[in-house]
């Protein structure tokens, strides 16, 4: 089996492989002060639950887009399941980068690229809804060739909660009516036709320049609130980043 770890910056998602099926898959916060004994206190009774045979984890990959979290998290898998794991950052992959500055590339981002390439196996764009919206494109012959990236939907909605006194949290969804007839229906209203026209209008920007057709994939925590309204939507599939690590792991067994 293979362990495969996704740090983000809002959650952890755990998750296991057997062969190129998830069969667990958990999800905790992400907490960078943790130690590798601290994660193992989280994770472990996670595994323990299913009845899972530590001795059975044949490998592990790890990818972080907080920093601090990489080091504890490699000890924990060393120290507690006798596995030295593959960091996403340090892997190799056979993704041609046409960009600047590679190195700056997250590693989430790179293993979206990889599973939407696999997936669609034609030319590709990419959304993965998170802590931020990353919206990417990858063609047919595994170039990367660049990103947007901007405040997720719920980045968003708490940024502007937090910096209006009179504003108060509400449930983000798909309204009757454009306009609201309250502070929390308008709240909604905004914030939901906003990420619709904004999403429709990248994707429409990035075909005219692009001058091709694309497969547009969808993943992401919150790819369901606005999902339906995305012009075009060939694959959701909320698991594309755990399965682009696999892929990773794999090209690097």
């Known amino acids: 089996m293979l362990l495969v770890i996704d740090a ?8 296991l492989f057997n062969d190129d099926t998830i ?3 958990w999800r905790i916060a992400t907490l960078n002060q943790y130690t590798e004994d ?3 206190g989280q994770i472990l009774p996670l595994l323990t639950l299913l009845n899972i045979d530590l001795t059975q984890i044949n490998g592990a990959i790890i990818s972080s887009v907080v920093r601090r979290t990489v080091k504890p998290m490699s000890a924990f898998v060393k120290k507690y399941l006798k596995l030295t794991p593959l960091i996403a950052k340090d892997c190799m992959h056979d993704v041609s980068l046409k960009i600047e500055q590679p190195e700056e590339l997250g590693s989430d981002i ?8 696999d997936l669609a196996k034609e030319n590709c764009i990419f959304l993965d809804f998170g802590t931020a919206l990353v919206i990417g494109v990858i063609t047919k012959e595994k170039e990367f060739l660049g990103a947007t990236i901007s405040p997720g939907i719920k980045t968003a909605h708490s940024a502007l909660i937090s910096k209006a006194d009179l504003l108060g949290h509400t449930n983000i969804s798909k309204p009757k009516h454009i306009l609201g007839t309250n502070t929390a229906t308008a709240i909604s209203s905004g914030i939901y ?22 497969k547009t994939v969808i993943t992401g925590g919150f790819a ?3 999902q339906n309204e995305i012009e075009s939507v060939d694959f959701y599939d909320p698991d594309l980043t755990l399965k682009g690590l696999k892929l990773l792991y794999d090209f690097n067994k």
């Open 8 to 15: 983000g910056n809002t959650n952890i998602v755990i998750c």
């Open 23 to 25: 069969i667990a898959k």
């Open 38 to 40: 601290e994660y193992a």
């Open 110 to 117: 790179l293993a979206n690229a990889i599973a939407a390439n």
């Open 193 to 214: 036709t906003f990420y619709v026209c904004a999403v429709n209008g990248i994707l429409s920007m990035i075909r005219r320049e692009h001058e091709r057709d694309f």
């Open 224 to 226: 369901s609130i606005i």
